[in-house]
């Protein structure tokens, strides 16, 4: 999960990530729009969880999150928790995700946004294999709404962090596992 914000490629997570992250957000949201305002907002808001990440998981204190630190973090602040009870820091990731994913900014992730997602972070062959994915996350409710809204996506990320079993639903959050 670290390597999606692990925006500079380079093995692991300091402020530098979340300096990029913020002017992603602010050009994603802004559809290439990139206003000073919402700039420093978004600046403001990931110098801030950044700060937090780190509190949590940058267990030598040398500036930097490492993989391993990073889910060591995520297995003693989320694993067995639900959404309610997770860190702040953990709970404004996953909304800032949601937020990067939702296209149209419309509060639902549609299949296409989902789609979207998919093929940016991973080589998939058969857009059948991300469909069949994407329909088995949607329970009843889903798909009156037309896709995944905020408080489903915060269920679902919470299932995807916490629930460590083979038949968890939520492990295909992030599109189809390897094919």
Same mark, same amino acid.
């Given at each position: 999960?670290?390597?999606?914000?692990?925006?500079?490629?380079?093995?692991?997570?300091?402020?530098?990530?979340?300096?990029?992250? =913020?002017?992603?957000?602010?050009?994603?949201?802004?559809?290439?729009?990139?206003?000073?305002?919402?700039?420093?907002?978004?600046?403001?808001?990931?110098?801030?969880?950044?700060?937090?990440? =780190?509190?949590?998981?940058?267990?030598?204190?040398?500036?930097?999150?490492?993989? @391993?630190?990073?889910?060591?973090?995520?297995?003693?602040?989320?694993?067995?928790?639900?959404?309610?009870?997770?860190?702040?820091?953990?709970?404004?990731?996953?909304?800032?995700?949601?937020?990067?994913?939702?296209?149209?900014?419309?509060?639902?992730?549609?299949?296409?946004?989902?789609?979207?997602?998919?093929?940016?972070?991973?080589?998939? @062959?058969?857009?059948?294999?991300?469909?069949?994915?994407?329909?088995?996350?949607?329970?009843?409710?889903?798909?009156?709404?037309?896709?995944?809204?905020?408080?489903?996506?915060?269920?679902?990320?919470?299932?995807?962090?916490?629930?460590?079993?083979?038949?968890?639903?939520?492990?295909?959050?992030?599109?189809?596992?390897?094919?």
């Amino acid at each position: 999960m670290s390597s999606a914000y692990d925006i500079d490629n380079n093995g692991y997570l300091d402020a530098h990530d979340f300096q990029c992250l =913020a002017l992603r957000t602010c050009v994603l949201e802004g559809k290439g729009d990139c206003s000073s305002s919402r700039l420093q907002k978004y600046q403001h808001i990931m110098l801030s969880l950044w700060e937090e990440i =780190a509190q949590l998981a940058d267990f030598d204190k040398d500036g930097i999150v490492t993989v @391993d630190e990073f889910k060591k973090a995520v297995q003693n602040s989320c694993i067995g928790k639900r959404y309610e009870d997770f860190p702040q820091a953990m709970k404004a990731f996953i909304e800032t995700n949601f937020r990067m994913i939702d296209i149209n900014c419309d509060g639902i992730i549609g299949i296409e946004e989902y789609r979207y997602d998919c093929v940016q972070r991973m080589v998939v @062959d058969d857009i059948k294999a991300i469909d069949d994915a994407f329909n088995s996350l949607l329970n009843d409710d889903d798909r009156r709404k037309g896709g995944i809204a905020l408080s489903r996506y915060q269920e679902l990320f919470a299932q995807f962090l916490s629930d460590q079993s083979e038949d968890c639903p939520a492990k295909l959050l992030f599109g189809p596992l390897e094919l």
